[in-house]
């Protein structure tokens, strides 16, 4: 795992899209899996400009490493996120769009569909967010690091972030998502983990200074050279140790 320190928000979303800008250009099949919620949402933004000025997505295969058991439109989920922040803001659409459907009934069947699709695209790139709590994808604390994707439930943490992150009550608040597992998050070739803001100090100290535990499922990314971790000062307020920045 590396890591890259920079100064905040903006920065830490210049630095990520770099890394999917460098993929669309020189892949002639680039495929990248994205996450949603508050820590992307600059990294989409300047995919969007990109796409808007001519950067040519018209090969590449979008996809998303989980989504929430709900509604297909409601306000918080992954499809939601994604049409509105990309697919619904460029008018040259990518070749193939994949996303995990949160309505179905049968489960296994759609987490098989679902394997189906990683199997036929190996990933260039998986873009990942922290949990205040430290998960990645819904892979929350006690989750073992041989997981495979699956249905899981949210920690309360997690049920709090959604709440606040999409301005909905609790009793709208999905609590189960479908999501990656750690096994098929580590096989992308390179893996993003995005982080900024105070809220996320606690899981980055946790992260970077403590014990490779499920407790902290983002070790879990530890000893993978390709994941590459973006803080900025907020979210590494609480280190004590120097770290390497590349
Ligand atoms: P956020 O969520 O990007 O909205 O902070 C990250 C996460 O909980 O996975």
Not at 81 to 97: G, R, T, W
Not at 172 to 184: A, I, K, R, S, V
Request: aromatic share 8%; glycine share 6%; with cysteine.
């Amino acid at each position: 795992m590396k890591t890259i320190f920079v100064k905040d928000y903006d920065e830490m979303s210049k630095k990520g899209y770099e890394i999917i800008q460098d993929v669309i250009k020189t892949k002639e099949q680039p495929v990248i899996s994205m996450t949603t919620g508050g820590s992307p949402r600059g990294l989409f933004k300047l995919f969007v400009e990109d796409i808007n000025k001519g950067l040519d997505i018209s090969n590449a295969t979008i996809m998303n490493l989980d989504e929430y058991m709900g509604p297909k439109d409601a306000v918080y989920t992954v499809r939601t996120f994604m049409y509105e922040n990309l697919y619904n803001l460029i008018d040259v659409k990518p070749k193939n769009i994949f996303l995990v459907d949160g309505t179905a009934q049968d489960t296994d069947k759609e987490i098989a569909r679902y394997k189906g699709i990683l199997d036929k695209y190996p990933r260039d790139v998986q873009v990942l967010g922290l949990g205040t709590n430290g998960h990645i994808g819904a892979n929350e604390p006690g989750t073992p690091f041989d997981s495979t994707m699956f249905l899981a439930k949210h920690d309360e943490s997690t049920i709090q972030s959604t709440m606040r992150e999409y301005g909905i009550e609790r009793k709208n608040t999905p609590t189960e998502m479908l999501t990656l597992g750690f096994t098929e998050i580590l096989e992308a070739e390179k893996v993003i983990l995005l982080v900024s803001g105070k809220h996320k100090a606690v899981a980055v100290k946790a992260l970077l200074e403590g014990e490779i535990t499920s407790d902290c499922p983002a070790t879990a990314l530890w000893n993978n050279e390709n994941t590459i971790v973006i803080i900025d000062e907020e979210a590494a307020s609480l280190l004590e140790k120097d770290h390497k920045s590349l």
